[in-house]
């Protein structure tokens, strides 16, 4: 009994200590140009990394859904007129004409210096 115990405690570590937690911060980037698309505001750089693997890195994205996102809309859009860097935390991505881009959370960790 004690072995099926030890074989069962040493496969559940090994799924749990494979599965990867995708997301990540943004590092603070100037903002190039904006755009919207139905369902988000889109922020491009030259410099974006990609911490969920996205097809795209040029650009993330705003989603029109986020809970703060009249007031994220407003900080990013004075960022990028005041040409101040932007950074902040993505945990997934978004999927906008077949590619997908990191999306930037209004109401985590989100940074206009």
Request: with cysteine; net charge neutral; aromatic share 14%.
């Amino acid at each position: 009994m004690n072995k099926v115990i030890q074989s069962f405690v040493v496969v559940s570590i090994f799924i749990f200590s494979s599965v990867s937690v995708a997301g990540g911060g943004l590092q603070p980037n100037k903002i190039t140009k904006v755009a919207f698309q139905t369902g988000g505001f889109f922020l491009y750089a030259d410099n974006w990394p990609n911490p969920n693997e996205c097809t795209r890195s040029d650009a993330i994205v705003l989603k029109s859904s986020d809970s703060n996102y009249d007031k994220a809309y407003s900080l990013l859009l004075a960022a990028y007129m005041s040409g101040k860097k932007v950074s902040g935390y993505s945990d997934g991505c978004v999927e906008f004409d077949g590619q997908t881009f990191n999306s930037i959370r209004g109401f985590k960790y989100l940074v206009v210096e």
